[in-house]
């Protein structure tokens, strides 16, 4: 009996190098066109009412906090000012944008580039973590909700806020896949951004030991990069100021010493009402979200801490608490909208929450809390623009 010959096998089709990329990008990072088009989305948004309000779409980026990470990014913390100096701020952003400083000469590019860079990158960060700990749906909820935040303004400012995010919520996500050393190097860029960054790797740390009831290689490498992050800062000031822990004396100059929470709280309410000469009053729009900020983050951390669907991981809550603690026990409220918006865990708290509601409900809620926002970002961008503080 005559055998049938076989078919010819097809020719292979080399795949073309950007077919090549997208298709990695796919594999490594599947569903995370949706955070980047939420950036996208956002970004144009907050560009189109700055621009409508008046404001300064290029300058504006680096007015307030942004003019310290703008002097770092030049001088380092040498020759600092003897009022409200530089060194008060940790420097992660402003190395960052180093080597983008020195290719292009331009500080408009650097700090543009440089938020964008960070804000995209936060925006996937708090998407992914998210995923791991829910879900897809409840992950992208989180996303809009990020965008929504009406202090997400400083997102697209010189600020340390995005690269916080980024760092912070990239970590965890890095840890729950497995891929330790990207979360090492997260940790250790983490502890350059904020004094408070050093208590991320900690807490994350505190948790793989409890949950696993031994010190492991990876808790003392996680351990280990944290404090070579805040090393090399400690460092930098040792050198060029003299001090290595300058940061912590000069936070008088913003009115800002160790309290009670409620003492801060207090404080806020009376900004409401301001008697002149008082330090750190930001605009009325922003004292006034100040407060709620207070209320937002309380309920996202204890819905975080006590959910059983789903039960998100304890260095969840823990990451909430460490987070704010600091901010909340410094006897001013001023800035707090900002502090709450690097509190990142919120997103997926209140994603989670919306989720639990029927169809309908979650709808109508998920419209009132985008008006809400919506309108108070106006207001915040708006003032903002003008050169008023808001955080």
Do not use: K
Not at 154 to 170: P, T
Not at 171 to 182: E, K, N, V
Not at 350 to 359: C, F, H, I, N, Q
């Amino acid at each position: 009996m005559p055998v049938a010959e076989a078919a010819p096998a097809p020719p292979r089709v080399e795949p073309s190098p950007s077919t090549a990329a997208s298709g990695w990008l796919a594999r490594a990072l599947p569903g995370a066109w949706f955070p980047v088009a939420v950036f996208a989305v956002w970004r144009v948004a907050q560009a189109a009412v700055t621009w409508w309000l008046g404001g300064r779409l290029v300058e504006g980026a680096y007015t307030y906090d942004g003019a310290h990470y703008l002097r770092i990014l030049h001088y380092g913390y040498w020759h600092p000012r003897p009022v409200m100096p530089s060194h008060a701020f940790f420097p992660g952003i402003a190395w960052l944008a180093t080597p983008l400083r020195w290719l292009t000469g331009s500080d408009a590019v650097t700090v543009h580039v440089t938020a964008s860079a960070t804000a995209v990158a936060a925006f996937v960060a708090v998407w992914g973590v998210s995923r791991e700990w829910t879900d897809e749906r409840t992950a992208r909820r989180a996303v809009v909700l990020l965008a929504l935040f009406p202090s997400s303004v400083f997102l697209w400012a010189f600020y340390s806020e995005a690269l916080f995010i980024a760092l912070g919520a990239g970590a965890l996500w890095a840890d729950r896949r497995g891929r330790r050393w990207i979360a090492a190097l997260c940790f250790a860029g983490i502890a350059t951004t904020r004094s408070v960054g050093i208590l991320v790797p900690a807490v994350v740390v505190l948790a793989r030991v409890v949950r696993t009831r031994r010190v492991d290689r990876w808790a003392v490498g996680y351990a280990a990069a944290a404090l070579a992050g805040l090393g090399a800062v400690l460092l930098a000031m040792w050198v060029q100021v003299g001090d290595a822990f300058a940061f912590m004396g000069v936070q008088q100059d913003w009115g800002r010493s160790i309290s009670w929470p409620w003492s801060s709280v207090l404080q806020g309410i009376d900004n409401l009402t301001p008697r002149y000469g008082t330090v750190m009053v930001p605009a009325l729009v922003a004292r006034n979200f100040d407060l709620w900020a207070v209320g937002i983050v309380v309920v996202a951390i204890a819905y975080v801490a006590f959910s059983r669907r789903p039960r998100f991981p304890m260095e969840a809550w823990m990451l909430g608490v460490v987070m704010i603690a600091l901010a909340l026990c410094s006897s001013v409220l001023a800035s707090f909208n900002r502090f709450v918006l690097a509190d990142w865990i919120i997103y997926p708290a209140y994603a989670s929450l919306l989720g639990r509601l029927p169809t309908w409900w979650r709808r109508g809620a998920m419209g009132v809390v985008a008006v809400a926002c919506a309108l108070t970002a106006y207001a915040l961008i708006g003032r903002f623009c003008v050169g008023r503080f808001i955080g």
